[in-house]
């Protein structure tokens, strides 16, 4: 694994793992030592983790000045594009992180979304088939147009076709680019691969459509408010079973939904621990002003088919499609503040307790849960879900099965690095928060 052909002998790579606030950081080097730093790697530190999106470092984190780790290189994920306009080859790959033994850390994401998918296997024998449905929007656009409408693709109609080739050259291949409601907003919808994978495409995507934004002068934002009351970027998360041959594991005609048993208790077990779930899959200071009734969100624990108000949406084979391969479920109440490997990561976790205690799944909901009555909802099983990060957090305390999961030195840093990321954001009112954000996602 050589550098590129006729690259400049100064042009770098790097070495990048996404950590607690969602971002993706790392170290570079030059592209002519690529062979050696994929079988050495390079150093990392403990403390790390604790860095907040805003950038200082949480004061209060559990590793101190000691320790050190290593980033090590996967050469699967290696990304190189050359734009052919002069600029710097946009070149990486995305790394564990690992002790000087080579042992999986346990505050790592990537690592331990490896381990659940493991875990999840051994108990199972059946793997996650993710896809990630990625919103963004455009804050600086000359013009903006209609809704879904072809005239707004038109407006960036070369980023979009610069974004396809880009994937396609990082084997990362977009199913779908298309504008979305908001002003300026678009989506670009993956195709389902492996979790592991399907985290690592997450994780390129979002840095390609940054980079080929900038180049054009256009700023891309993923946070997921640009502005208190108005349209959400969320970060929509397709899942369903595969057998360890490969085959689908989600249809049973006779199930709720069409759902397969083991699909049903696996949802049935992200339902039971989504108000501490959303600690880690919709964790920033607004993250609650996209979870809101009527945003075509998530408000409240619920399952439904084609019910884009509930936080898990059953999506059947259309007409003339293999039912058996196409069934799945979409989850909702995620957003781009979090990293990929915790979001998939939790919600295997919950999906293999739902699973291994055969918890049943609640009554399907045709109706948009804010429409119901409190009683109608208790009756139900429905619960709004957390409207902030400490309440999250609070959740995160009453749920012992959920906080076993990870490390103490996990939830004290994650904690230590929310603490800080908040207290940041201390007497701000909500318009400035959204735009703090937005300049960083």
């Not at 994401?109 to 998918?117: E, G």
């Not at 969100?297 to 088919?305: E, Q």
Request: with cysteine; glycine share 8%.
């Amino acid at each position: 694994m050589s550098a590129k052909s006729g690259e400049a002998s100064d042009a770098l790579c790097f070495l990048l793992t996404n950590d607690f606030s969602g971002l993706t950081r790392g170290r570079g080097f030059p592209a002519s030592a690529l062979d050696q730093f994929v079988k050495s790697g390079c150093g990392w530190v403990h403390a790390n983790q604790a860095l907040t999106p805003f950038g200082p470092i949480a004061a209060n984190h559990p590793f101190g000045p000691l320790g050190d780790l290593r980033l090590r290189a996967d050469p699967s994920t290696l990304v190189h594009h050359d734009a052919g306009d002069g600029s710097e080859p946009f070149h990486f790959i995305l790394c564990d992180l690992v002790d000087y033994e080579g042992n999986r850390w346990d505050c790592d994401p990537r690592s331990l979304l490896q381990s659940a998918i493991e875990k999840l296997f051994e108990e199972t024998g059946l793997y996650v088939n993710a896809s990630f449905e990625h919103e963004f929007m455009m804050t600086n656009l000359s013009e903006n147009a209609p809704p879904f409408s072809y005239r707004a693709y038109r407006l960036i109609d070369k980023l979009c076709g610069k974004i396809l080739r880009a994937m396609q050259d990082a084997g990362t291949g977009p199913e779908m680019i298309l504008p979305e409601y908001g002003a300026g907003q678009f989506e670009v919808t993956m195709q389902p691969t492996r979790a592991l994978r399907a985290a690592d495409n997450a994780v390129i995507m979002r840095e390609l459509v940054r980079e080929l934004s900038r180049r054009e002068g256009l700023h891309a934002t993923f946070s997921p408010k640009l502005i208190p009351n108005g349209v959400g970027n969320g970060v929509h998360v397709h899942f369903g079973l595969l057998r360890e041959d490969g085959t689908p594991c989600n249809y049973d005609a006779q199930g709720p939904g069409q759902m397969s048993a083991p699909l049903a208790h696996f949802c049935a077990g992200i339902l039971r621990h989504l108000p501490a779930l959303i600690a880690l899959t919709a964790p920033s200071a607004i993250s609650n002003l996209r979870l809101q009734p009527h945003h075509w969100s998530a408000a409240f624990t619920c399952i439904g088919v084609q019910n884009r108000e509930a936080s898990l949406r059953i999506c059947p084979a259309v007409s003339g499609a293999s039912a058996e391969r196409a069934h799945h479920v979409e989850f909702r109440a995620a957003d781009a503040c979090a990293s990929p490997y915790l979001v998939l990561a939790s919600m295997i976790l919950a999906g293999l307790d739902g699973i291994r205690n055969k918890i049943a799944l609640p009554e399907l909901l045709t109706a948009d849960p804010s429409s119901l009555s409190e009683a109608q909802r208790n009756a139900g099983g429905i619960h709004p879900l957390p409207g902030s990060v400490p309440e999250a957090l609070a959740e995160v305390d009453k749920d012992r099965e959920l906080k076993s999961w990870f490390s103490e030195d996990f939830w004290n840093c994650y904690r230590a690095m929310k603490r800080a990321e908040l207290g940041m954001l201390e007497g701000s009112s909500a318009e400035e928060m959204c735009t703090r954000y937005s300049q960083v996602y």
